[in-house]
Structure formats: structure tokens, C-alpha cells
């Protein structure tokens, strides 16, 4: 399997942490993780919209990205409640996390819609970083790889080849996040995150399809990231209630950092091309 040349870390602290907590959290944060190379690490924190513009200052020419919540899919328009990405621009934003768990569960966001906020998000310039994640039940019913197909196909459908370049994905499986989750078990998780990247190849060519980063969130803590991490298919972790403190966030990713690390280094000198990366996939 293709490595990826740096490990993808990020928190989305949800509706969690007012203004001045969040830049407390960023400014420790920064402080904690600033001797590792950015080449080695992207890291990023999805923070409350109200603590977007303090955050995006706190972190400006610093190496932690910043990124929304969400974000509508017009520059302007009658969306009462939404927030466009011209304004996201405007106070130096251009991640936009679209469809968490959440936006599709509790406000009833769709296949569809996510698919045109990805759009909008990359063609405004925007890393788009798409949640996909299957239900309990879907789970249930065997039915789990079929949903995070049938998001990716849907969410995806209008990127291109070159605008899948900035794109990343996050599998959470719903029944995994928040504080009444279960973790996925790592091979669980694992398998899961071979077939997105097949979809993914399937879509936009392996080249592409595997150079998109694939994180895996819902209940990391400090005992399964490790676990985690060492699996051959997923790139980063997108971590919620374990990540809300900065030193316990810096302390798995002093964890897991060299267990990527070693798991790059053991990437086949072959690995780099097509044939052996479809094999790998299959
Ligand atoms: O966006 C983050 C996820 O929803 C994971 O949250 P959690 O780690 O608290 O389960």
C-alpha cells in the first residue's frame, strides 16, 4: 500500500469551547508541537464558528491549520444560518469540514447537499475534508461498506481528478463517536478504510485515489491510537473528546508520530507505482 509522506492529525471540538478557550487551547497547542516538521505532520483544529476569526490569528504563519464546521454552498443568498465561503476567506479559513455525523443525524444533512458544499468548498479553494460514516444499523445489516460507497459516490460525484488533490476524508462510524461511542477496533477500522481508498481509485484513478488522506475518528483515546495508527490503510486521526486538551492532544501525537513514521519507512521501494498499488487494494 502507498504510504503517505506525513501523518494527518486533527480535533473538531463540536459545539465546545468559547472563544478565549479556544485560543488558549491553539496558542498551548502551537507551543507543544512546534519543534515537529511540518513535513512530518499536518495538523488542524475545527474549531466554534463564533472562535473561527480569533483562531485563524492565532494561528496565522504558525503550523496549525485552522478549518469551519461547515459551509454553505453559494457566496450569498437567503440561507439563514449558514455561512458562505467568501466569508471564511475573508478571516483566512480555507478548510471546510463537511457532512460530520453530526450535520447528517441530528440536522438531517443529505448525500446530495454534502456533494455540493465539496464542490464549492474546492472550487473556492478550500481543502474539503468529507465525513463519511455508516449507522449502527447499517452495520447491522452487513451494510456498512455499501453506505461509505454510496457517500463517497454521491458526495464526490462533480470532483474531478485534479480537484480530488484537496480533498480529505474521514471515516467515523456513527455508533463510534461521542461519549455513548464504541470504538472501531483497529482491523474493523482498517478494513473499512481499504475499501474508501478503492472507491476513491475507483473514482479518480489510484494515483490520485490514493494520494487522498483518509482519517479515522469516532472514540480515538490514548490506549487505541497507537492501534490505530499502525494499520495499513488509515493516515491520521480526527479526534473529538480526547483532543480538547492540548497536552493530552500533543501526547498522542508523540505517540503515534513515530509509529507512522516507521510504518512509512516500511513502505516497498515499489510502492510508489500503479500496478502495485492496485494489487495492494484488492
Ligand atoms: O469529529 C470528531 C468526531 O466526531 C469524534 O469525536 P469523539 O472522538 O469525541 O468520539
Request: charged share 25%; proline share 4%; net charge negative.
Amino acid at each position: 500500500m502507498k504510504r503517505l509522506d506525513r501523518l494527518y492529525m486533527g480535533t473538531n471540538t463540536k459545539m465546545y469551547k468559547t472563544i478565549s478557550d479556544t485560543t488558549a487551547f491553539l496558542s498551548r497547542l502551537d507551543q507543544l508541537t512546534a519543534d515537529i516538521p511540518a513535513d512530518h505532520l499536518e495538523l488542524f483544529v475545527i474549531p466554534s464558528y463564533t472562535s473561527l476569526e480569533s483562531a485563524s490569528r492565532t494561528v496565522a504563519g504558525g503550523r496549525i491549520r485552522v478549518g469551519a464546521q461547515n459551509m454553505g454552498w453559494e457566496d450569498e443568498g437567503q440561507f439563514t444560518g449558514e455561512i458562505s465561503p467568501v466569508m471564511l476567506q475573508e478571516i483566512g479559513v480555507n478548510l471546510a469540514m463537511i457532512g460530520h455525523s453530526e450535520r447528517r443525524h441530528v440536522f438531517g444533512e443529505t448525500d446530495r447537499q454534502e456533494e455540493k458544499k465539496v464542490a464549492k468548498a474546492i472550487s473556492s479553494g478550500f481543502t474539503a475534508l468529507l465525513c463519511i460514516g455508516e449507522t449502527a444499523e447499517d452495520k447491522a445489516y452487513g451494510l456498512s461498506d455499501e453506505t461509505l460507497r454510496a457517500q463517497l459516490k454521491i458526495g464526490l460525484h462533480s470532483i474531478t481528478a485534479e480537484q480530488a488533490a484537496n480533498l480529505w476524508i474521514a471515516y467515523e462510524p456513527v455508533w463510534a463517536i461521542g461519549v455513548n461511542g464504541v470504538p472501531a477496533d483497529e482491523q474493523y477500522a482498517d478494513e473499512r478504510h481499504r475499501v474508501i481508498k478503492e472507491t476513491l481509485s475507483e473514482l479518480f484513478g489510484p494515483e490520485t485515489g490514493l494520494d487522498i488522506p483518509v482519517l479515522y475518528g469516532g472514540s480515538v483515546n490514548p490506549e487505541n491510537a497507537p492501534l490505530l495508527i499502525q494499520m495499513p490503510h488509515i493516515d491520521g486521526l480526527f479526534i473529538g473528546r480526547s483532543a480538547w486538551d492540548a497536552d493530552r492532544f500533543n501526547a498522542i501525537i508523540r505517540t503515534v508520530l513515530p509509529l507512522f513514521g516507521s510504518r512509512k519507512n516500511a513502505a516497498s521501494p515499489q510502492s510508489g507505482s500503479c500496478k502495485s498499488q492496485k494489487e495492494e487494494i484488492r
